[in-house]
């Protein structure tokens, strides 16, 4: 089974520039998180979508921040414009049902954001 | 809000020795508690969980955990360790506040086994 895919795996902007990241979740997953990890710190999450609704965004900061999956598979993370406490891993994951605290969440790789 | 505590923020064991990392979260509700690790240059996956039953929770490699309601604790143990178990442990909570999960993780503690 093919796990959680990311891309890039690493990228460096200046400040105020914009950056994308990608996530492919796995195969049939119907719930997907982007998660921020700053370094020293835990992974938090931004976004989660359940499909191609948005589930919760309470700690996604919508003045630069947004994220979209349109059909309900892969998603993007956008920041425009960057600032330099964006600096972090931003890790993606999806897990196979959509209700359920049990759940085990399937981590990609993450993409490690420098913003000069 | 929920939050989790780790209190220890690096720990460095000889092979064979005993682990436990301490873990205590804030959240009076009913609770899902996980631990996940990250190996050196691989991705964070799951050593254990707990959702309802036995509180003695054991995982992969040899891990457990124990939960224990009146302290809020999910503490990670393991009797002996190993080289490869140099990795960081994250614990992290979900509060079954609503249907969906939302997990709060710790800031992760950093095990170094010397061999």
């Known amino acids: 089974e093919a796990g959680v895919a990311q891309s890039p795996r690493y990228k460096i902007i200046e400040k105020r520039q914009s950056v994308a990241f990608w996530c492919n979740p796995i195969s049939g997953h119907a719930t997907l998180y982007w998660y921020q990890q700053i370094l020293g710190q835990g992974p938090k999450l931004l976004i989660q979508f359940q499909n191609n609704g948005v589930v919760d965004d309470s700690q996604l900061p919508k003045d630069r921040f947004s994220a979209e999956r349109l059909k309900g598979v892969d998603s993007t993370l956008k920041i425009q414009p960057a600032k330099l406490e964006d600096s972090a891993v931003y890790l993606c994951?999806?897990?196979?049902?959509?209700?359920?605290?049990?759940?085990?969440?399937?981590f990609g790789p993450g993409t490690r954001l420098t913003v000069l | 809000a929920q939050s989790v505590s780790q209190h220890n923020h690096h720990v460095i064991l000889s092979e064979a020795a005993s682990l436990e990392l301490g873990c205590n979260y804030s959240?009076?509700?009913?609770?899902?508690l996980f631990w996940y690790v990250q190996y050196p240059g691989q991705h964070l996956q799951l050593l254990l969980k707990?959702?309802?039953?036995?509180?003695l929770v054991k995982g992969i490699k040899g891990f457990e955990a124990e939960f224990i309601k009146s302290k809020f604790s999910f503490n990670l143990r393991k009797p002996s360790v190993q080289w490869s178990d140099t990795a960081e442990y994250f614990c992290?909570?979900?509060?079954?506040?609503?249907?969906?999960?939302?997990?709060?993780f710790g800031t992760g503690t950093r095990l170094l086994v010397s061999p």
């Open positions: 959240y009076g509700g009913t609770v899902n």
């Open positions: 707990y959702f309802s039953g036995d509180p």
């Open positions: 992290a909570v979900n509060a079954l506040h609503t249907g969906f999960q939302k997990l709060v």
């Open positions: 994951a999806s897990s196979p049902v959509t209700t359920g605290g049990d759940n085990e969440q399937f």
